[in-house]
């Protein structure tokens, strides 16, 4: 293995671990801020650093478009590009050609696309995006794989499954060991457990640096997602990284990391800092609402954030009104502190052996609902 | 006088002095970063801060009519508001309503006009302007004028410039004094020598505590925005701060230093650094131009600016083109740092007598223009 990985506690399923990569350590459970095209959306890398972040997680298919991996390698990989010294996962480019792209054709050999930018041709192996994964300098290359669509039936999710195993094995050929640099599979399989089960030992006959669980979050629902965690978690080995990928909401990672999942990305911190939803301790609030315009108190009184310490409600609903980038800027800031500071908490509980008592809390506190207003 | 104001060297017409507030003390010549709607577009207070700005504008016509004075009054006045702790300057409202909002209506008592938000009606007089100020705790508050449109005939100007010297005195009428707290009165007279010495005459005579030059950089051109500088500013009081309105580029600041201006505002380094204009001690250039697009060196190799020290200007290009809001970040922090380095080094040179080699060498480095591509 080119990651080193240590279990440093464990309560019931859930794990506190380190993974040591090339840029550094990072401590599990852990939460990947996206940085999509080369930034963090709205973000300063000192403020995503400053939030508590260890990892971010950059997008294969955005750098391959643009500006082009073979010009982020020139300028010395993705690290230096956009000045964040610490561990970088990239994901395969897969999820985004089937999201993003136009005309995709996919074959046993990849998957052929048009640019959502421009509507230029490109074509992504197996080979190619570990290749990309590889100029980019990613600490964690992920394989690509086809994240079967929900709902889909028990034979077209084995067959798509199968293919990303093939796919798989081709990755694990074509990745480049290096100390500190490793390669995460994908298991698929949809909702069905067996399939679920063939995919994970599939991979684990390749070899691989951890171990993701892909094609969730994309509709099936949290009781059939955390089901399929059940089924699936027990199958992946002990001594590697377990990653949920583009998960989630707040209560899906407390729910997935009593489940065994080590690490998550997700969108919604940033994306909702930029439409307004800012993450609480008593759950999520719309700022732009207007009980929320004379109001001085902040979004979240038990929180630690320099947007949370500085500004009050009325100050960030007058910035959404008028539009300002710095409405984008603070809350995205109070939504990353939001979610590190979750991570943050589930570590310190799993190190206690009170993973259970966090959670009620948890649960408690996002069901009281917002304060009153004023 | 309320405001206490030192003259702590001279080199020429050009005056090194300090300005003492409510909170605290500004250094001059000092550019004052926009702060429309309650923030420096596309920045934290922070960063603003750590540029070395020690004093912002703020604009009345925008608070007014959003959050509202009286909303900002309640939550404790603009730099509570806003997490701003240094002085503030605000405007009288009086220029935005004439370039932005609709059906204006301009009589002896004030200017009744249509919010271009939502085109509710509300009426501006002198004392609404100085008591919304009032409201939002301004440090200095400037006098309700009108910016005599350019080109005017001298008798239009005459006639509007009179109007305004009356504002003046009401204003002068319904300010507040109380220590630390000032409020400024406005020359003008459009480019008619004999109306500005008048209008001067006229504000003196009611007696302010700073004065400001208004109605200039509207499309005169600096050859006669330097003469009308040279034909008014000797009709200033000497003991006073003068405030040259809404300017300007990085030569026009330089220029007017050199004829007695201490205090500059203007929205070109912040709206700039949202369309992809940078300044630099070579001129300005376009980042969004394809010459950047693989040049890992900075914007200006003698800039100190976070910006400047951490990215490339590839990085600044790829983040342009793909309408990423940290590019609208990290080029407004570089203009704002290149604009406070600016008046810094104008400081440094009057307190060594060193004025017309600073002025003669920044004209040189502007003449040379931008590096050599790759």
Redesign the interface.
Known sequence: MSLAYEVLATDGAARRARLETAHGAVNTPVFMPVGT???V??????GVAATGAEILLGNTY?LML??GAE?VA???GLHR???WDKPILTDSGGFQVMSLSDRRKISEDGVEFASHIDGNLFKLTPERSVEIQHLLDADITMVLDECTAWPATEAEAAESMRRSMRWAARCKDAFIDRPGYGLFGIVQGSVHGELRRESAAALIDVGFDGYAVGGLAIGEGQEMMFRVLDETVPALPATCPRYMMGVGAPADIVGAVGRGIDMFDCVMPTRSG?TGKGFTRRGEINIRNARH??D?RPLDADCKC?TCA???R??LN??F??K???G???LTTHNLHYYQDLTSGLRDAIEAGNYARFAAEFAAGQALGDIDPL
Do not use: D, Q, S
């Open positions: 095209a080369g930034t959306k709205a973000m300063t890398v000192e955005h643009r500006p010009v020139k300028l010395g590009f956009m000045n930029r315009a004379e001085p320099p500085g500004y009050g009325a100050y007058h910035l009104k008028a300002e980038i710095l984008a800027m603070l």
